[in-house]
C-alpha cells in the first residue's frame, strides 16, 4: 500500500510569493495535519483536519491556510512568503477513529520550501 | 497542555555501545507517548510507542523505552548501536488530538 506522499518535494520561491503543498494519505486515513520542521528543530504543529474539518490549529499567523477534501487530501497554503518560512513541511496522517487520536502519525518525505 | 524535553542535542555513542536517549515528559492528562526516527531527507518513522499498556515497550530495529510515571520520563534505549542508527529521534507526547514534538536528539556513531 501507498504511505503518504507530498508534492512538491522541493520549491523554491522568492518572498512575497504563494505556495502551495499538497499531501495523500495513506488510504483508508481521514485525518491529515501538517507540521512545519526548521533545521535543527523538532516538528511544529501547523493544522489538523478531519473529515474536511478543522481539528486544530498551531500557533502560526493567518498567512497559513489549509484545507481536506472529500477524498481526504490535503492541501496547506502559505501566503506572502517570509524568509523564515523556509523549512521541511511535514504531512502525516492518522487514523483518527471516533474524532479521538492516539497521536500515532504516519509521515510523508515533506516538501522542502526555500524562500529566498 | 503537554510538552516534551529532550535533554541532549546531540548524543554519540561508538559501534555496539549502548544508546540511552533522554525524554521527559509533561501531560495533564495520560498521556500516549512516541518515539521516531527521522533518516536525513526523509520524514519521520514510527519506532515505538506507550499506550498505557505495559510499561517497558518494545520498537523496530531493537529500541525499546520504558515508561516511568513518578519521573514523567520514557528514555530511549538500545543495547548495541549500529552505524544505520546514526539519524534524528523525536520524542512526542499525544492524548489529546495533536502530538507535541520534542527538539530532537542527533545520534552520532563512531566506527
Known amino acids: 500500500d501507498a504511505g503518504v506522499t507530498q508534492s512538491p518535494t522541493h520549491l523554491i520561491k522568492t518572498r512575497g510569493q504563494q505556495v502551495t503543498l499538497r499531501c495523500s494519505p495513506i488510504?483508508?486515513?481521514?485525518?491529515v495535519s501538517w507540521y512545519q520542521q526548521v533545521l535543527g528543530q523538532g516538528p511544529q504543529f501547523i493544522f489538523q483536519y478531519y473529515e474536511k474539518e478543522e481539528r486544530g490549529r498551531g500557533n502560526f499567523p493567518d498567512r497559513f491556510s489549509a484545507r481536506q477534501f472529500p477524498n481526504y487530501s490535503s492541501e496547506l497554503n502559505v501566503n506572502a512568503l517570509l524568509l523564515g518560512d523556509s523549512a521541511l513541511y511535514l504531512c502525516a496522517s492518522s487514523l483518527a477513529s471516533g474524532g479521538s487520536n492516539t497521536g500515532e502519525l504516519f509521515f510523508g518525505e515533506g516538501s522542502r520550501l526555500t524562500v529566498l | 497542555a503537554q510538552s516534551v524535553t529532550q535533554l541532549g542535542s546531540h548524543v554519540s555513542v561508538s559501534e555496539g555501545a549502548l544508546v540511552l536517549l533522554r525524554c521527559n515528559y509533561s501531560?495533564?492528562?495520560?498521556?500516549?507517548l512516541f518515539w521516531y526516527v527521522q533518516y536525513p531527507n526523509q520524514g519521520l518513522q514510527l519506532l515505538l510507542k506507550?499506550?498505557?499498556?505495559?510499561?517497558l515497550v518494545k520498537g523496530i530495529n531493537g529500541f525499546e523505552a520504558e515508561f516511568k510515571k513518578s519521573e514523567t520520563s520514557f528514555h530511549l534505549t538500545k543495547p548495541s548501536a549500529h552505524m544505520s542508527d546514526a539519524a534524528e529521534y523525536f520524542c512526542a507526547v499525544g492524548g489529546s488530538y495533536i502530538p507535541t514534538f520534542g527538539r530532537g536528539t542527533s545520534l552520532i556513531v563512531h566506527p
Open positions: 501531560s495533564s492528562v495520560p498521556p500516549y
Open positions: 488510504s483508508g486515513h481521514k485525518s
Open positions: 506507550y499506550t498505557s499498556a505495559a510499561t
